[in-house]
């Protein structure tokens, strides 16, 4: 069990390192961005100014995936054999995931449109009510589906790295 807990912890260690990067340039960009902090003579280059959003845009990026980097991470750490499968598992898992999650309240009739904060208001919630209901959904890789955030990219790592070590060895018959 302890060997399990070290290696887990090492499998967080990449994406929370790309956390911390990410965030440092997240702060720097901002900060450049903000006339308050850099003057508006700084603020008004353009082209300055359009690369320090390209940065920023770069850290949002990263804080956006983060469900994707710990499924990823999580898995290809915790893989006895064969890491690059353990990767592709994970990428395959984590969409399967959503794309599922997707389905069934696609089936029950919950939709971006049907849980926007207007809608919801318009079958008598309040708009604390509907904005705390809106909340419980996002989009993922374009897929509509509940929010997990982390735990749901960690719980994709977890069950991938363990299905991918019971049965990377399996040989399947030739066709």
């Known amino acids: 069990m302890n060997e399990f807990w070290q290696k887990f912890g090492k499998s967080l260690l990449l994406p929370i390192s ?5 965030g440092i340039f997240l702060g720097l960009a901002a900060a450049l961005q903000n006339g308050a902090i ?19 845009r770069l850290s949002g990026l990263v804080f956006g ?13 915790l893989a006895k054999d064969e890491k690059p499968t353990a990767a592709f598992s994970a990428v395959l898992g984590f969409l399967i995931l959503h794309l599922t ?41 374009g897929y509509f589906t509940l929010r997990m955030n982390v ?14 070590n019971r049965f990377y060895t399996i040989q399947l018959p030739s066709a």
């Not at 850099?38 to 920023?56: A, Y």
């Not at 995936?65 to 750490?77: E, H, K, R, T, W």
Request: cysteine-free; overall charge negative; glycine content about 10%.
């Open 151 to 164: 735990f749901g990219g960690i719980l994709v790592g977890l069950v991938i790295s363990q299905l991918h």
């Open 18 to 22: 790309t956390i911390a990067v990410a």
């Open 65 to 77: 995936n983060l469900p994707l980097f710990f499924a990823l991470s999580i898995a290809v750490g």
């Open 101 to 141: 999650l997707n389905y069934i309240l696609a089936l029950n009739g919950y939709t971006a449109a049907t849980t926007s904060v207007d809608a919801l208001m318009g079958q008598g919630m309040s708009q604390v009510e509907a904005i705390i209901a809106n909340a419980r959904y996002e989009t993922v890789l």
């Open 38 to 56: 850099v003057g508006e003579t700084f603020v008004s280059f353009v082209t300055v100014q359009s690369f320090i959003g390209f940065i920023r």
